[in-house]
């Protein structure tokens, strides 16, 4: 029974989003739209209105990939291009356009095909078995939630978008076919952003939203109770704009390749691009495109200024970058009188109530005398500094499988959602390595029995696929938030470099935390939490004075990270820790720096929690080398805070996540 669909012409609002969804059926290499919005808005409606609106299209009978009769040979796939060498005649059938439907669920060999094992076991010989980018040739591939698909199998839609083939080189094919069509993605903001290498491939990207007009949607709710009551009385009621939609997007692509764009065009898309900040030349290269596909459209030879205007929107809307505002200039602090240890100068700006003006105390580390502090030093709330766009954090395989999804760590997983690595012997999962299994049964074929069958398996050749794929992390930030903090914008600095990665762990949907340490004790500021939002709203209102407890501070976030353990032990926690290592609080009677590396030898132990000590002290005539020192004892990686930049920074948390 075929299925009856919403018309395209019936929807009500949303302008923006079927403009996107014509220019891309008018030219399938402006390489898709995404449709961004919350669930609702018609976003699945209109992209099978739009399938069913679409010509039929001329197939070969029995192609599997769809491919066009009357197009020369060498743009054929190869199984027509095989019928054609045997002298077979390719009989053209009508077809309605396919619109495939790719889930969250789908593996790499389903999407891009892989070897007919079933074929190869009764024939002994290998056979192409093409996947849904065969099967969308010439067609629509709809991907809802694209943002929750697995990044390698995002990777290979675009590459087949933007270049209109398929290249498959795997178990020992090479096969190559077309691969020409529309790709639909939808996504929910909410639930995690794309990266943004492959939300720049997407050519076109529309927000939707709920309809705001109460009449308008008292419309809607009537078409759809109208529709639901009678289908094909609704249907008749909208064919003839159905018709005449249908035969303008004929037209349209026959009048593409005739349109040109006026030199005015294009120096306005360049322009537009150039004021949006929009990376690298796509965005004037797609403005343009889509431009010529509008122009088309409407019948017209030329694409003018005002078609490079209204496609602008719908080319920049997620190309656009704000330029970060200029530093605000701050007063400076003044100049100490002595140059030595500046920074303790605002370590105990809380004063202990046993201290007195005339008493010094000495740094439990370092055995310095530390002049007491200025009376009345209150704590102080510092800007958070420049943010910075940070580099993919990369993860070496584990022998641990975890499941549970994410961007970050690359990890072995039981489930068959990733993507085959190698072939191992059984383990009980029922994922069987095809290629790996005739390999091994091929040597012993000669003594074996074949009944029906080209190739014998006895169970000693089976071999199971192992997979790996990328999860979140947790990353728990440990911050420093002591008077020592604030010398010599050191907060600013640190404060920009947490949010850097905020954004990051963000993209990446990792689960992040952090504990705070100052005054007298470490507290959590942020449990555990997806909401990278909070976490911004906790550091920028993070105030700092105070003494150093690191040894409460590391404790604080052992606690919180053993028992993130016992609830996910899917997700690896990496604590980063933010400080000075100028241990002076300590949690009992004892020495406090002693306190700390027996804490953090704790941590160390437990091999599941790797750790990152970025150092905040600044470089000059006079270093104490304390946060280098809790790094060796934590088994941490260490930074300094003069390479707290994109590639140092990053460089060092991705050394880390290797070992997780």
């Not at 704590?379 to 549970?404: C, M, N, T, W, Y």
């Not at 489930?415 to 085959?420: K, M, N, Q, V």
């Not at 997979?467 to 903090?485: P, T």
Request: hydrophobic share 40%; with cysteine; charged share 30%.
């Amino acid at each position: 029974m075929e299925r009856v669909v919403f018309p395209f012409t019936a929807l009500i609002g949303q302008e923006k989003m079927r403009l996107a969804l014509l220019l891309c059926s008018i030219n399938p290499r402006l390489g898709g739209v995404l449709i961004r919005g919350e669930k609702g808005t018609a976003k699945s409606t209109a992209v099978r209105g739009l399938a069913a609106l679409l010509p039929e299209i001329t197939v070969v009978a029995g192609c599997p990939c769809n491919c066009d009769p009357f197009q020369p040979k060498e743009v054929l796939c190869p199984f027509c291009q095989e019928r054609l060498a045997k002298g077979e005649k390719l009989v053209p059938v009508r077809r309605k356009v396919p619109l495939v439907e790719l889930p969250v669920s789908a593996t790499e060999d389903r999407v891009v095909g892989s070897l007919d094992w079933e074929y190869a076991l009764q024939k002994g010989k290998r056979r192409f078995a093409p996947g849904i980018l065969a099967r969308a040739n010439r067609g629509i591939i709809y991907v809802d939630e694209v943002n929750l698909l697995d990044d390698h199998l995002v990777d290979v839609i675009l590459d087949a978008a933007a270049s209109g083939i398929n290249v498959v080189e795997r178990e020992g094919v090479t096969f190559v076919h077309p691969a020409n069509f529309i790709l639909v993605g939808t996504m929910n903001p909410e639930e995690g952003e794309l990266r943004p290498q492959f939300l720049d491939r997407f050519g076109l990207c529309v927000p939707v939203e709920s309809v705001a007009d109460p009449a308008a949607r008292a419309a809607i709710l009537r078409r759809r109770e109208e529709f639901e009551a009678d289908p094909l009385s609704f249907l008749k009621r909208f064919a003839q704009a159905e018709a005449e939609l249908r035969e303008k997007i004929v037209r349209a692509r026959q009048l593409l390749p005739l349109v040109r764009a006026t030199p005015e065009a294009v120096r306005l898309a360049v322009a537009l691009a150039q004021e949006a900040n929009a990376a690298g030349h796509r965005a004037e290269i797609i403005m343009v495109q889509a431009a010529r596909a509008l122009a088309a459209l409407e019948g017209e030879r030329e694409a003018s200024e005002e078609a490079v205007r209204r496609v602008a929107e719908l080319v920049l809307y997620h190309r656009r970058r704000e330029i970060p505002p200029p530093p605000q200039e701050e007063e400076e602090p003044p100049e100490p009188p002595s140059p030595e240890e500046p920074p303790e100068e605002l370590e105990d700006s809380d004063q202990r109530p046993e201290s007195t003006p005339s008493q010094t105390r000495k740094d439990s580390a370092t055995g310095e005398k530390v002049p007491p502090p200025p009376g009345g030093a209150q704590e102080k709330i510092f800007a958070i500094g420049e943010p910075f766009a940070v580099r993919r954090i990369e993860h070496d395989r584990d022998r641990q499988l975890r499941r549970g999804s994410g961007r970050r760590s690359r990890t072995k997983t039981p489930s068959r959602s990733g993507r085959y690595v190698r072939a191992v012997f059984p383990r009980g999962r029922q994922d069987i390595a095809f290629d790996a299994t005739l390999r091994a049964a091929a040597p012993y074929q000669p003594w074996r029995r074949r009944e029906g069958v080209a190739v014998a398996i006895e169970p000693g050749d089976l071999r199971e696929k192992e997979r790996e794929k990328r999860i979140g992390n947790f990353l728990l930030f440990v911050v420093d938030a002591s008077g020592s903090m604030g010398a010599q914008q050191r907060m600013v600095a640190a404060k920009g470099a947490i949010f850097s990665l905020l954004l990051d762990a963000y993209q990446k949907r990792d689960k992040v935390g952090m504990v705070v340490f100052k005054g007298e004790r470490a507290e959590v500021v942020l449990p555990p939490t997806n909401s990278v939002e909070l976490a911004h709203i906790q550091l920028k209102e993070l105030p700092t004075g105070g003494r150093t407890p690191l040894a409460a501070g590391l404790l604080k976030a052992y606690e919180v990270a053993r028992s993130y353990l016992r609830r996910d032990p899917d997700l690896a926690p990496l604590l980063i820790v933010v400080s000075d290592g100028r241990a002076n609080v300590s949690m009992g009677s004892g020495n406090p720096w002693e306190e700390v590396e027996r804490v953090a030898s704790l941590i160390r132990e437990e091999s599941r929690i790797k750790a990152l000590v970025v150092d905040v002290e600044q470089g000059g005539f006079l270093r104490f080398g304390l946060a280098r020192r809790l790094a060796d004892t934590l088994g941490a990686h260490y930074c300094p805070l003069e390479e707290l930049k994109a590639e140092s920074l990053l460089a060092a948390v991705r050394k880390i996540e290797r070992l997780i």
